[in-house]
């Protein structure tokens, strides 16, 4: 149980596009749902903290206009990188909680490239 | 700001040997999780150890807590090349938050 799928794995898009990122809860409901970035050979830096049905809280130096986070439901969560640049390509994660439950389950990340 | 540091920050050794990672954070926690990630995938949970607790097991694996020292200890016994990936320790944010902030990960080879 408690499965985090993303979709897509592996996206290459051009400079000035938006790329959207799906996180979704297989067999759970995921009243919060975390995005983490990370750069190669480096840890997981927390963008952004989202609750379904309420608007996304941001970690200090994310953009929120740039990074666009939509939680529609208790098992999908949305990612969009909006106007992407070469320094926007990383490793995007996301995560899920079961309601007050600790443990932090992981989707298998989306890498991002940016040409 | 980075609460947990993993040392070593690479270790290498041979398939059947023992692996110690250790992880030091900053702040006070309730309680402090170790994940796994093989290189380009996702974290997959290993086990999480509570701040009233000082020790825990699960298979192969040993989480020790010293929350006086403020770290922690991940053993992995009778290694096996399938282990190797880079371990993370996380850590709850200050005021039981469910947001987790993250060392900067041990990498782990072991040689068959």
């Known amino acids: 149980g408690a499965v985090v799928s993303q979709h897509p794995s592996r996206v290459i898009c051009k400079s000035g596009t938006s790329v959207k990122i799906e996180c979704r809860s297989l067999d759970f409901q995921a009243t919060t749902m975390f995005w983490y970035r990370q750069f190669p050979k480096k840890s997981l830096m927390l963008m952004a903290t989202?609750?379904?049905?309420?608007?996304?809280?941001?970690e200090q130096g994310v953009e929120k206009d740039k990074f666009l986070i939509n939680h529609a439901s208790l098992t999908l969560s949305t990612l969009t990188v909006t106007s992407a640049h070469p320094e926007d390509s990383s490793f995007y994660i996301c995560?899920?909680?079961?309601?007050?439950?600790?443990?932090?389950?992981f989707g298998p990340g989306t890498r991002l490239t940016v040409l | 700001s980075q609460q947990g540091e993993e040392d070593p920050q690479a270790l290498s050794i041979q398939e059947g040997e023992n692996a110690t990672m250790n992880c030091s954070y900053k702040?006070?926690?309730?309680?402090l999780q170790w994940y796994r990630q093989n290189s380009g995938r996702g974290l997959v949970h290993l086990i999480l150890i509570r701040s009233n607790e000082r020790e825990k097991h699960s298979g192969r694996l040993r989480v020790t807590l010293d929350t006086s020292k403020k770290s922690s200890s991940l053993l992995i016994t009778a290694s096996r090349a399938a282990d190797t990936a880079s371990y993370f320790c996380a850590t709850d944010a200050q005021g039981g938050s469910e947001k987790l902030v993250f060392g900067k990960g041990t990498k782990l080879t072991v040689n068959p």
């Open positions: 989202s609750n379904e049905g309420s608007k996304a809280t941001y």
């Open positions: 995560s899920a909680t079961v309601a007050a439950k600790d443990t932090q389950y």
């Open positions: 702040t006070s926690i309730n309680n």
